[in-house]
C-alpha cells in the first residue's frame, strides 16, 4: 500500500510548478518532486501500477519524470511493463514511452 494522497499532492504541485511558473522559480524538481515521489512508489509496485493506471495522460507523463529512481530502487521489470502497457492505453506515444524505459532500464540487473 502507497500513500496515494501524498503521491497526488506531489504530482499536482509538480505539474502546476511546471506550467505555471516562470522560469527559474520553480523549487528543485529532485528533492521536491523525483525523490520524495519515486519513495512513495517504490513503497509497493502493485500499488503504484495501480497508482498510476488512474492518472490522465498528462498525469500519467509527469509521473514518468522519476521512473528511473524508482526502478533504481524496486529493479522492478513489472513496473516498466505495466508502464508500457499504461502507455498505450493511454494514447501515449510510444517512443516517448520507450526513451523513458530505455533510461530507467539502466538500474535492472540482467
Known amino acids: 500500500m502507497i500513500d496515494t494522497k ?3 499532492q506531489l504530482l499536482t504541485r509538480h505539474i502546476s510548478y511546471c506550467e ?3 522560469y527559474g522559480q520553480e523549487p528543485d ?3 521536491d518532486f523525483w525523490i520524495p515521489f519515486s519513495e512513495v ?3 509497493d509496485i ?4 495501480e497508482f498510476l493506471s488512474v492518472l490522465d495522460p ?7 519524470e522519476p521512473l528511473d529512481e524508482m526502478i533504481e530502487k524496486t529493479h522492478s521489470r513489472k513496473l516498466l511493463n ?3 502497457r499504461l502507455g498505450a492505453e493511454k494514447g501515449i ?3 516517448t514511452i520507450e526513451m523513458s524505459i530505455t533510461m530507467a532500464s539502466y538500474w535492472l540487473d540482467d
Do not use: H, M, T
Open 6 to 8: 501524498k503521491a497526488y
Open 20 to 22: 505555471c511558473s516562470f
Open 29 to 31: 524538481p529532485e528533492n
Open 41 to 43: 512508489l517504490s513503497e
Open 46 to 49: 502493485d500499488a503504484a501500477i
Open 58 to 64: 498528462k498525469e500519467f507523463l509527469y509521473s514518468l
Open 82 to 84: 505495466e508502464i508500457r
Open 93 to 95: 506515444d510510444q517512443n
